[in-house]
RNA sequence: GGCGGUGUAGCUCAGUAGGCCAGAGCAGCGGAAUCAUAAUCCGCGUGUCCGGGGUUCGAAUCCCUGCACCGCUACCA
């Protein structure tokens, strides 16, 4: 039979900060143990990854910090690839977007799109800011609606009435970073016109078979909102240049390289085999099957925005499956990096064992939905699981030969009906666990290889070598050289799971030999043999214990202590008197008060402020209904500039003690004319 | 308020071409055993499948509606 072909890629990490629980739930860990059980099964595999290390995200951090783009990504990819290689991700190459092979594969393919006739070029205006030198993306606009009128409006939406907007219509607007005013400056993209494809790539993900419903319903969501052109220049400086006489100072948009970061990465790892050709054959090969890993938030680009650059490139392989995962949330919560809410990997892995949260982490995998993570259920998973019944299983086996056999395999008798019967079933969970990492059914699948250890502590359990060994030894003999047997099939049953556990029991039996070069059918083949020297046992899982994960949590806890507070204090400033005195604080009688329709929030109000009616509008009726408002005192900010909130003008401010989600309202403590000044 | 998601045993989650008396792991309770990291093995769940309607011979699974929670968003001038 000839060697299945494949290649897999897992999203490449972006390289402005370290890799989280969610990261390796989402992307990295499903597909190394898909990897390893392929090669495993004899499969011509390859896995792929690498740092993207382009985009504004970047530039903007190394501006923060005062250093380059180029110390940034030098140093998150050096974090990734540690922390990938302490926790057994086992890439066959990982590269970064920065390399020149990278830049001559993205520039070929923009090149051969652009020849083809497939890129339009279009002019536009856009915002240049002349301080920072630079075009302004989106989001780093900021100005007035042209429409509400409103402040706060970015560059592709108004924050207010959510209006889409073309940035160079914005009013007043300011550079997000330096606050100067850009100016308008004509310039010019290429766009691939997704709209011309769409047709094309919906019936091809409508073809597939096996694919997630995730993905699926996401893509079809983009097929009924329509696709549209997408620009994939940008005038900037840190990136892939495009390769046009005419186009200098412009770089290709990191979504169009970053994908192409598989490609170049497989050549990559081509040349440095040796073998420089040989990515085509994972590439080109119509034989080969190509599997992206990814998490929910980039099926777009991988289920239709690089099959379309694919298609109109020509000659490459479409991706065959997009295996999508949901998020992991933390003890509840969503992980959130910008508020340090997260564990991060190379912190746990200066803290535990990998084995453990590789375990936890593939029981939780968010395969059709959002999962939940909690240190309590790791140490839950490890003492309980791991430790209870995997660990305990190999140890009361390993202990038991070298106290009654001296370290030494029996030899065993006749295996019995219920021996044979025992192997059988634990050889069917071996086949079930296989057979669901084809199915990318990772939780079912190492459901299935600790079925194998139940299974065989029940066997030791009943057989009860303990006392077999007085009055029937060869029957004992018999037992404990099955239960090594089933030791050793542990041994490839966690492999993909938990390489570094399956390399220890390796270890344990005195078959290092195997160690990095498993094969299923060989080594399920070569039974141990009675006579074999046993390596020395030792425990395979500590326990984990409370004191072991109480500072993990207090830490979390920590976290969200620090951002509320955070939040209820944006630094007093003194003021002098004043400035005070500016503001004109009244007491006001509240005379008619009424919901404002489809808001949660917003009260309409009319007031006596002493000299006459107005109408002030506020956010309480979550507190206040509009029957207790009426003929109350309140105080008001009188010399407000009116605004307009939901259509409806508001002239001045009614003022509250606000907590997190509590409010009082102000009033005065004895009745005072409306009117009365508040100082 | 808008968009999206979720709501199944104490916990974490399975469970749709609608149909065996609704499941798994862990926790818990009772018992057995003592080789083993006080680990293991056996036995034990009348769960309003969020509520209410409807379609159907039959729904956790389809439709409508309500509620709750989560995320994004708007509003909280």
Redesign the pocket.
Known sequence: MRKEKIIVTSALPYANGPIHLGHLAGAYLPADIFVRYKRLRGADIIYICGTDEHGVPITIEAEKKGISPKDIVDKYYKIHKESFEKFGIKFDNFSRTTLKIHYETSQDFFLKLYEKGFLKKKRTKQLYCPKCKRFLADRFVEGICPYCK?K?ARGD?C????KWLEQTKILEPKCKICLTTPIIKETYHWYIPLGNFQEKIKNWILSKKGWR?NVI?FCL?WFNEGLEDRAVTRDLEWGVPVPLEEAKGKVLYVWFDAPIGYISSTKEWAIKNGTPDRWKEYWKNPDAKLYHFIGKDNIVFHAIFFPIMLMGYGEFNLPDNVIANEFL?LE???ISTSRNFAVWLDDYLSKFPPDPLRYALT??L???????F?WK?FQ?RN???????????????L??VK?NYDGVVPLPGEFNENDREILDRIYTFLDNSGRMIENFEF??AI?EV??IA??A??Y???E????TIKGNPERCRTTIYLCLEITRVLALAIYSFMPFSSGKILKMLNLDKWKDKLNWTEFLNEKLRGGHKLGEPF?????IEDKDIIPEIKKLEGVLDMSEKKEEKPEPELIDINEFMKVDLRVARVLKAER?P?????LKMEVDDGKGKRQ?????SEQYSPEDMVGKNIVI?AN????T??GIQ?????LAAVSDDDLSLITVEKDIPAGSRVR
């Open positions: 409103k706060g939406q924050e207010n009435c959510g419903e319903n969501g949330n509840g919560q969503k029981t939780i968010p395969e059709t939905r959002d999962t939940d909690s259920y839950e003492n309980s699981e791991l430790a209870d019944i995997l660990g305990n299983f190999i140890n009361r086996t202990s038991f106290v939780r079912k459901l600790m079925n139940r299974l502590n029940k030791f359990n009943d009860q070598p303990w006392k425990i395979l899982f500590k326990k404002v489809k808001t949660d929030k917003l002030v509008i506020a956010g309480i900010v407000l500039k009116p605004a909130i939901r508001s002239n001045g401010m009614l």
